[in-house]
């Protein structure tokens, strides 16, 4: 049998990214985050505004807009922004979000998935992955929050690692 990779969900202040799968599709749905989609593997499902399945490799989605995608088993990133913060507001600038368009940033896409994202998740180097998402998007620094973790935040999650085992059954947590 083989053995599936886990996926990694990382949160920072103006940011979350999800690196994984998910045996679902993924009903048509809004949220009031800007989200970037992207498919690591190949191109994933997303129905379009005639109600037509489309394939795409990335699609940018402003904060608010109704979308649907079928992305069911295939590797994913998944970027979510919060549109309230100076990077979200960059974001909705640089990529014209204000009437929640998708727009898919192919430019992007080859830059951000030649960078070792995976690397990064494993090695949980949260600030360089975080760094790497801010210059990819050309984010001047005034419009980004700082990664840096509360000293306590750092200090609990060493903690977690030297004092408990590795594996958790559901029942314990």
Sequence with gaps: MAVREPNHLILWKDLNLFWG????????????????VIGVEGEFLWKNAQGQWEGRKSLLIGPNQRHECDARNQLILLLSFDPETHLGEHLIRSYQLEDGRCIP??????????????????QERWD????????????????????KLDSRIVEVLAFIKTELPAEIPIKKL
């Design 21 to 36: 799968r998910n045996a679902l599709s993924i009903r048509e749905h809004q949220h009031p985050t800007i989200q970037w």
């Design 128 to 147: 360089e992955l975080y760094q790497a998402i801010l210059d990819l998007l050309q984010v001047p620094p005034s419009a980004s929050a700082s990664p």
């Design 105 to 122: 940033p192919r430019a992007l896409i080859d830059s951000l998935l030649a960078q070792d994202l995976h690397t990064s998740l494993v």
